[in-house]
Structures are given as C-alpha cells and as structure tokens.
C-alpha cells in the first residue's frame, strides 16, 4: 500500500493553456475521487470514478474540465483553457467499495495560472 | 444541500492543554463523518472515521464523538503538542451506494500550539 499518488506537485501555466493531471490510486480500491481546494476553504466535490465509470460530476466541472479514468487504475484530470480563477489545489482521493470505508486522499496538485 | 460548518475558524492554545474542535451538518442522512489533518500546503491525513451508527473513535491522544440526530461532532486533542498544529477538517460523507460518494467539508480549524 503506496498510498494516493499525484503528479506532478505544483504546475504553473499561462492563462488559456491547457494542463492535465495524474492521480494513482492505492490499487485495491475501487472508488476514485477528485476535490479542488481554494486557500482557506474546505475541498469541493468536483467528480467520482467507480472503477472506469464517471458517476457523477458535480457543477463545479465547467466544459472546460474533463476527467477519465480508462481502465479503472489511474485517473487524469484535465483543465482547457485554463483561467485564473483555475488556480486551486487539485486532490485526489480513493475508497473500498465497502460500506462506511473512509476516504485516502494524496498529497495534491497546485496549479497556479498566471 | 449537506451544509458543514466548523467552529472555532481558529484556535491557540499553550502546550499541555486539552481542546475541542466543533463541527455541525445540516443533513443526519450520513454514511459518516471522516476527520482530516492538514499541514500547510499539503493533502489530507485522515485522523477518525466514525461510522452514521457509531457515536465515537477514538486513536491515541484523539477522541471524535458524532451525535447523528443533533447534526454535531466534535474532536477532542488530548494534551495538546506543538507537533498538533495545522488545519482540521470534518467531512460528512453521503449519497451512493455502498460507501458514501461524496464528503461536504466545512472549512476547517486552524490550530496553533505554542510552547
């Protein structure tokens, strides 16, 4: 058990490029999770993976985000067109499929767009 | 539309000293209520997770309580260290099937423990 892995740590990009970001669950579980945190603020749901199925998104993921994950392992997340106001904290968790199994989270992303 | 709210926003307490962190949810149906750590500018350490049928857990020097029906859980530090401080969040987890699909954070305790 490695733990949630996310890559890479920090990404700072210009204002419209596009960015895209790797999260690597502990391989057991089932379930995988993607969170954006603003200073100051708790996370915020943004969308949830049971194995390669995208079940629900929240109204934070404009059209300009996308996430997949394709065989059930790893998840990308991907951000087009990025906007100043993209520049958040971007954590990735997994879970069991098991009743009540809490949540592992990684160590995030920050994206600052400048 | 779970709402989590977390008082104080921020708290100092001298070393040696015992404390309690509040949260409060407006929604009961949970799965759960997860307590998280974090350092400044890093992920989440989960601390307790205590299940909608169980009213505490408790890992060391830490204590959570969950009374379901009121919407209120609280953390209780255990002489408290230096090595305690960083920002603590109650997530209450629910929706899905099988375990819950979504955690609804409030926006956290930061504590700082001074020598």
């Known amino acids: 058990d490695t733990g949630v892995s996310q890559d890479p740590r920090h990404k700072i990009t210009k204002r419209g490029q596009n960015v895209t970001f790797r999260c690597d669950p502990i391989s057991e579980h089932n379930r995988l999770y993607w969170y954006r945190q603003t200073l100051g603020q708790g996370p915020e749901f943004l969308t949830y993976?049971?194995?390669?199925?995208?079940?629900?998104k929240s109204r934070l993921l404009s059209d300009r985000f996308s996430a997949e994950r394709p065989k059930g392992s790893f998840s990308t997340l991907e951000i087009q067109r990025t906007e100043q106001g993209d520049s958040a904290m971007y954590l990735c968790a997994s879970s069991r499929l098991t009743l009540n199994y809490g949540y592992t989270f990684g160590s995030g992303t920050r994206l600052t767009v400048v | 539309k779970q709402e989590v709210t977390q008082i104080p926003a921020a708290l100092s307490v001298p070393e040696g000293e015992n404390l309690v962190l509040n949260c409060s949810f407006t929604d009961s149906a949970i799965y759960n209520l997860q307590w998280f750590r974090q350092d400044p500018g890093k992920g989440l350490t989960s601390l307790l997770l205590i299940q909608s049928s169980q009213r505490e857990q408790t890992s060391g020097r830490l204590n959570a309580s969950l009374d379901k029906s009121s919407g209120r859980s609280t953390l209780y530090i255990a002489a408290s260290q230096p090595g305690d401080s960083a920002t603590y969040l109650c997530a209450v987890g629910s929706g899905g099937t099988g375990t819950a699909s979504k955690l609804t954070f409030g926006t956290g305790t930061r504590l700082q423990v001074t020598l």
């Open positions: 993976f049971q194995n390669e199925a995208q079940l629900e």
